[in-house]
């Protein structure tokens, strides 16, 4: 069944009035970075039309939540091919790499980061090809809409519109990890610290 309220509106991005919605409520409702990292962060994705597509949750003309899903950019292709061979050392050699160039103060700390695999992601390893995986990159509800089941039906929309194994990484405290698992994602695995704040990422998977 079509849900009415979400569309496509990635060819949409082009006009000015449903750009600024997009960019401000990822602004204002994002926490992680400041201001204009953030504002620098949805402009890569929502100028990326050719990879990327945005499903948005529309009421009345205006944007309520959306989600960003597309093919795997260099950096989450390595994060993920990396990660899916289980192997430790492979893993903190990519870290080291990715910490220099994303956060210089992660690098600066000698301790290894704490990796934890499930024991499904071997199976996901060995199953899944990176070639013909998406990631859903990012999924933002306007904080006055929460509780409301837009990210639930945006993630239903998605999981409907693509017959292709699905990534997501998410920050550890981020109640997207609830939905996602709801919605068919299986936990894979964990990287503490990995974002820039010394949170750690989720990694989740659902695979058809």
Known sequence: MADRNITDITDHLIHPAVRDQVRKLYVDSIEMA???????????YIDNTR??????????GKVLGFSIVGHLGEDQYDLLEAFLSCDRDKMNS???????????????????????????VYLAGT?????EALIKYVTVVSPEHRRKGIAKR??????????????STCVEDNPMI???????????????????DGKGAVILGRFR
């Open 154 to 167: 945006l993630n239903y929309f998605i999981n409907r519109s693509f017959n292709r194994p699905i990534f």
């Open 94 to 120: 990519y870290l080291k790499t990715d910490y220099e160039d994303r956060s210089p103060s992660l690098k600066s700390d000698n301790t290894d980061p704490v990796i934890e695999f499930s024991d499904r």
């Open 127 to 131: 199953l899944i090809s990176l070639d």
């Open 178 to 196: 609830h939905i996602n698992k709801k919605a068919g994602y299986t936990h894979l695995g964990s990287i503490k610290p990995f974002y820039a």
């Open 34 to 44: 400041d201001p204009l990292t953030r504002e620098s962060i949805i402009d890569s």
């Open 51 to 60: 990879s990327l597509r945005t499903f948005a949750y529309m009421d009345d």
